[in-house]
Structure formats: structure tokens, C-alpha cells
């Protein structure tokens, strides 16, 4: 191939498109000729057994926009690194099975790669985010050892908002997972502070987060936590017994590390929600995504 040939790459907050960067005698990269802004679409694929199907192809999936095909820019089955805010109830009824908890967390952590980042927050008498975004697993667990607590009320959508707010400066998917053993019950003394959950499910699905949850036994998920799992593309585990939390944890973070990322050019960044959909040509699998996305400037992988 010639110095002239078109490359695609992944970047950051766009897809870059254009010939290959030159490089200068200081080894720095010069400016890329055009930029494109896209939306990354992230997809789990399973089949009929809940399975995960992992070696597919791009010609194996369907793009569309509104209802519109749309052309996939840019396809990968690799590996993508996570970046997940991991929330955990910590709320008085958790009291018994917190250490279940603190193990189980430990375990989860086991189970990130090299590049993966997680920040532990809490909630309960208060909302508490780490500054830490890390995958350094002993930072980690001193934070789980010496900064949670049991406590307090189920102040739910109140950490979902502010796991996402701390996200503000992070590209690429961003993925919120929470432990809890009950709806939300915030009881904040200033009522202001608590979120609405209306509200926080307008911010992940405006921002294109992936939220997660992991119901824990005898509590029951709010319904409208699971209905937000589904609509960002992420999931929901109700717990049968509370010892299978490590194996909950686990399965999610497989889930993670083997979807698809898709990305795609809008025809028309009008502002407003466009629905997506993600169509397989084998009609026996299944695919997982977000169902919307805000047409704006600014988005990309």
C-alpha cells in the first residue's frame, strides 16, 4: 500500500478519517486531514440459551438509524476496556450482608484486565464516589476495606446521577453497575439533594451510559431500574441467593468484555432522540443495545 492509503481509527471522541498521520523528526503526530463525529453503538450478542456469541462478523449485523440503514463505519469484536462506576447499597438493611458484599466486590475485582478502570461509590446516610478511577487492585481494595460503611437510606437514583456526573470528562463507554437490596429512599435533610428518577434516566440514555443491576436477595429490584438497564443496553440480575453475588459480578464483567463495538456517521445532528436498532442477519441470536441516542455534535467513540 502507498503512504496515500485511507485509515480509520478509533480515537477518543471521533473517528478520524483520512490518509495515515505523518510523523514528524520529534516522533509527534502531525494534525489528521478531517474529523467525523459518530455514535459507537456497543452490542452484547447471546443465543437462544443466554449465551454469549462472540465471533461474529460486521457483515452479520444490520444498522439503523430512525429506521433508516445506516453504514457501520467502524466495527470491533477486541476487547474494549471498561470504565465502570461500581455503586453499593450500603443501606441499614445491608448490614447482614455486608462482608457477603465486601468479598464478593474483592472477587469482581479479580476479574479486570489490565486496562479496565473502576471508581467504588456508596450510598446510604450519604453518597460517596472515590476520586480513584483505577484498576490498581490494591487501591481498590483498601477502598473497599477502610471507606465502606453500612447505613442509612437508599438515596438509588441520587449515586446514579453522580457516578455519572464524575464521568463528565471520560469518553468511550461508560458503564454504571449497582448492588442494592431495595428501591430508592432518599432521605436526605435537604430534599433538593435527592435525585428524580425520571431525570437520571434522561441523563444516561442523552449521554450513552450503560447501566447495569444486581438485585440482591429478599429485596427485589425497583422495576424502573431494570426498564433502564434494558433501554441502555446494559442488564439486570435479581439474586435467588445471596452467595451467588461473585458469580453475578463475574458474569457481568464477561458480558462486558466481549461486546461489539459498531459506530455509525448521523445523517443529521438535529438535536433531537434517534431510535436505534441493531438487526442480526441470524435470526437465532439476539442483540443487546441502547434504543436511543441524542443527535448532537460531540459524540464518538
Known amino acids: 500500500m502507498t503512504a496515500e492509503r485511507l485509515v480509520v481509527m478509533a480515537v477518543a471522541g471521533s473517528l478520524f478519517v483520512g490518509p495515515p498521520p505523518v510523523v514528524d523528526e520529534r516522533g509527534q503526530q502531525a494534525a489528521f486531514r478531517s474529523v467525523v463525529h459518530t455514535v459507537p453503538v456497543y452490542v452484547t450478542v447471546q443465543d437462544g440459551d443466554g449465551g454469549l456469541v462472540p465471533d461474529l462478523t460486521e457483515d452479520d449485523f444490520e444498522l439503523f438509524d430512525n429506521g433508516d440503514p445506516v453504514e457501520i463505519l467502524f466495527f470491533s469484536n477486541d476487547i474494549v476496556p471498561l470504565t465502570v462506576a461500581l455503586l453499593l447499597d450500603m443501606s441499614g438493611s445491608m448490614s447482614a450482608d455486608f462482608q457477603l458484599v465486601r468479598r464478593s466486590t474483592a472477587q469482581f475485582f479479580l476479574t479486570l484486565l489490565p486496562d479496565d478502570r473502576v471508581r467504588i461509590g456508596t450510598l446510604g446516610e450519604e453518597v460517596a464516589l472515590s476520586p480513584h478511577l483505577t484498576g490498581d487492585l490494591i487501591v481498590l481494595n483498601r477502598i473497599l476495606e477502610q471507606e465502606v460503611w453500612p447505613g442509612g437510606s437508599t438515596p438509588l437514583w441520587t449515586a446514579m446521577r453522580e457516578a455519572m456526573r ?3 470528562n471520560e469518553s468511550g463507554r461508560r458503564v454504571v453497575i449497582t448492588l442494592t437490596d431495595g428501591v430508592d429512599s432518599c432521605n436526605f435533610a435537604y430534599g433538593d439533594l435527592c435525585a428524580d428518577g425520571g431525570d437520571v434516566e434522561r441523563q444516561a440514555l442523552d449521554e450513552g451510559f450503560m447501566t447495569y443491576a444486581v438485585g ?40 462486558l468484555h466481549h461486546q461489539y463495538v459498531l459506530a455509525f456517521t448521523p445523517t443529521d445532528l438535529d438535536g433531537k432522540t434517534h431510535k436505534l436498532e441493531v438487526r442480526l442477519k441470524r435470526r437465532e441470536l439476539r442483540a443487546r443495545t441502547r434504543e436511543s441516542y441524542l443527535a448532537v455534535s460531540g459524540t464518538g467513540l
Open 166 to 168: 464524575s464521568f463528565a
Open 216 to 255: 440482591m436477595a429478599g429485596g427485589g429490584l425497583d422495576g424502573r431500574v431494570k426498564r433502564l438497564a434494558e433501554r441502555t443496553g446494559g442488564g439486570f440480575v435479581e439474586l435467588e441467593d445471596n452467595t451467588d453475588l461473585s458469580a453475578a459480578f463475574a458474569r457481568i464483567a464477561n458480558e
